[in-house]
T-cell receptor
């Protein structure tokens, strides 16, 4: 069966420090991968999605970037965190194509202080 | 760009009341539609999905949703809610804008509070 791992679960980082959140999927090949940010009252905001290695699409201009160095690995990064980067970040995967639901990781609560 | 609108931010109901949560999307092509639920302290779970066929789809826990293509809507319903339905509900659309790849877009969510 397929599983998705996302870590860390919580993270407290100072302003200006770098960020690296990692997400890996097991049990499937060539998945679509997504990074979302969830904020109260604002739902899930799609940040990045990827349909293959090295292929990243950005939905919202921001202080973050994403990379997909391997087929089942998706990384969310920042060179210098801002206070406004605080939030709940979710990684998700789906089978390549449209007729499939997405499966979510447990999320990372990021607090920038 | 495709978008998903959930018009109710917070709905408060008494147990046994009927529920209908609205969802409208803006994409005109072929769409795949979903409702997800997030119970307090838990991660997102799929409630139901629509790809094609019968526009009335049934999901888990007595929920159902109706796809009305002419109205670009996919409203979620339940005849009689329970306290355990207290959660946040998200509508989502997976569609392929133009020649690009499929994108999964969520609405802002509707928080449901059921009063015992």
């Amino acid at each position: 069966s397929q599983t998705i791992h996302q870590w860390p679960a919580t993270l407290v980082q100072p302003v200006g420090s770098p960020l690296s959140l990692e997400c890996t999927v097991e049990g499937t090949s060539n998945p679509n991968l997504y990074w979302y940010r969830q904020a109260a009252g604002r739902g899930l905001q799609l940040l990045f999605y990827s349909v293959g290695i090295g292929q990243i699409s950005s939905e919202v201009p921001q202080n973050l970037s994403a990379s997909r160095p391997q087929d089942r690995q998706f990384i969310l990064s920042s060179k210098k965190l801002l206070l406004s980067d605080s939030g709940f970040y979710l990684c998700a995967w789906s089978v390549f194509g449209g007729r499939t639901e997405a499966f979510f990781g447990q999320g990372t609560r990021l607090t920038v202080v | 760009a495709q978008s998903v609108s959930q018009h109710n931010h917070h709905v408060i109901l008494s147990e046994a009341a009927s529920l209908e949560l609205g969802c409208n999307y803006s994409y005109g092509g072929t769409v795949n539609l979903f409702w997800y639920v997030q119970y307090p302290g838990q991660h997102l779970q799929l409630l139901l999905k629509y790809f094609s066929g019968d526009p009335l789809v049934k999901g888990i826990k007595g929920f159902e949703a109706e796809f009305i293509k002419s109205k670009f809507s996919f409203n979620l319903r339940k005849p009689s809610v329970q306290w355990s339905d207290t959660a946040e509900y998200f509508c989502a659309v997976n569609a392929k804008p133009g020649a690009g790849s499929y994108q999964l877009t969520f609405g802002k969510g509707t928080k449901l509070s059921v009063i015992p």
